[in-house]
């Protein structure tokens, strides 16, 4: 859905006038003059430093023919800059003891390095000459971009990946959430330097920037540092004006279904459903429905086509909610000799018992227990703090990224049941098969109902 991102990012920069106590340290935001955002998590138990800086555009933000881009470029700022030349980022973070690393995601990108709470500091020296002074010299961008295609081919060579982009492709046509983040073959062939410099400049400023500081550091230290680095850097363009345009999401009309062949004889299944923005109530609803269909041996769907019937050899799901819309995923290998259409119908069945009847008070008990265990281990290190706080911060608000799963814990059975019913009926599913290359494709199975699943006649409950 297209968003009026002055109004997103003026409520997203709203700075807290109060440290908040989070996943065991003090977290406060401060908003520099040109706009930067600085997160400081004070957490003194270990002598170490972690430094995540956030840029708030990914694969969402590219047009058609820049598909790819932030993914590319998340490997050139390794590639030199003016004061750190091809290699020197990695050398000098390895002679300093320390680690870096980045990521990129549909509505995000993120550079991280953590080191010893005594030369942290040289983070802010990389990241503050790579914002204002990346070179992409013309020959490193044509050999990494060598190396990016490369990556894009061994992806082909994982068939669950080649049906998720096949699925994704239908969750959302039309929209870049319906892209492969690392973009695609014709689109990175004809990228050139000056293509990446445009992208770059439109958005890596320190008016998009959102800097996390994580670990044995003090608030007025952190502050100071980053003021000496960051403070005198310029603005940059709204991050509304340098946006793409985006369509508006459209209910689906039906059911649509998709089919990949592969060279082995596993039958993969993928169920998506197209959902609901990051922090909204249904969010939450989503994640504890999870746990009780698919997370654990006590989960409805282990216990029932893994353990009690065997016509599965391995169930998953991700609630994969993002900025503008989610999807919800559910995966299924088929056991070998069931017939494809036996698994989707029980998975459909028991997707229509959690929309017409209440979950359990113990099933319950049990998901919202498995979310303040997620949480615990979500902040056990300080980069994972640190990625956790930015993620949120960029994605929707830090404040409800460690609430001590008090918003899981407001969810109900009605809920559940009601945000099941909106969201994962079939009317709305794309249903994804990837079987060997000499079968047809799955059937459709027939309409089904809400009935109790018949149990192994020999195989009890398990745990």
């Known amino acids: 859905m297209s968003i009026d991102s002055s109004i997103e990012r003026t409520l997203r920069r709203k700075p807290s006038a109060a440290t908040l106590r989070m996943a065991g340290a003090d977290v406060s935001e401060t908003v520099l003059k040109n706009g930067m955002r600085v997160i400081v998590a004070e957490r003194h138990g270990d002598p170490v430093v972690a430094s995540v800086l956030y840029y708030p555009v990914g694969a969402r933000n590219e047009t058609e023919r820049e598909a790819g881009v932030s993914h590319f470029l998340e490997h050139m700022m390794f590639k030199g800059s003016k004061r750190f030349g091809k290699g020197e980022v990695d050398r000098i973070t390895t002679r300093l003891g320390g680690q870096n690393n980045a990521f990129t995601g549909y509505d995000h990108t993120a550079y991280w390095f953590e080191f010893a709470s005594d030369r942290w500091e040289h983070a802010l020296e990389i990241e503050a000459d790579r914002m204002t002074s990346l ?94 680095r960051f403070g005198g850097l310029e603005r940059g363009a709204a991050f509304a004006e340098a946006d793409c345009f985006r369509p508006t999401f459209e209910e689906p009309a039906g059911m649509r279904r998709v089919h990949a062949n592969w060279d082995d004889e596993g039958r993969r299944l993928i169920l998506a459903w197209p959902t609901t923005r990051v922090g909204s109530e249904a969010d939450y609803d989503l994640d504890v429905a999870l746990v009780i269909l698919a997370s654990g041996r006590m989960a409805r769907l282990q216990r029932r086509l893994v353990y009690d019937e065997g016509i599965a050899s391995s169930v998953s799901a991700s609630n994969d909610t993002r900025v503008e819309s989610g999807a919800f995923w559910l995966f299924a290998e088929c056991a070998q000799g069931v017939e494809p259409e036996r698994l989707e119908r029980a998975i459909d ?100 109902t809400a009935t109790k699943p018949k149990r192994a006649a020999k195989k009890g409950a398990r745990s």
């Open 135 to 228: 070179l992409l010299d013309a020959d490193e961008f044509e050999s990494e971009k060598a190396v990016v295609l490369e990556e894009l081919a061994m992806g082909e060579d994982d068939p669950w990946r080649v049906l998720a982009r096949h699925v994704e492709t239908a969750l959302f046509p039309r929209h870049p959430y319906g892209r492969p983040i690392i973009g695609y073959v014709d689109t990175l062939q004809r990228m050139r330097a000056c293509d990446m410099r445009d992208y770059f400049e439109r958005f890596y400023h320190p008016g998009n920037a959102t800097l996390v500081i994580a670990g044995d550091v003090t608030k007025a230290k952190a502050l100071r540092a980053v003021r000496a």
């Open 349 to 448: 069945e028991e997707l229509a018992r959690m929309a017409t009847e209440l979950v359990t008070a113990a099933e319950l008990k049990r998901a919202k227990a498995v979310m303040r265990s997620s949480e615990a281990f979500d902040g056990e290190t300080v980069s994972d703090l640190a990625e956790e706080l930015g993620e949120w911060a960029v994605d929707f608000d830090w404040r409800k990224s460690f609430d001590g799963s008090k918003l899981h814990d407001q969810v109900t059975a009605k809920r559940v049941r009601a945000s099941v019913a909106r969201y994962l009926t079939p009317r709305r599913s794309v249903v994804g098969w990837s079987v060997p290359a000499a079968d047809a494709p799955p059937a459709p199975p027939r309409s089904v």
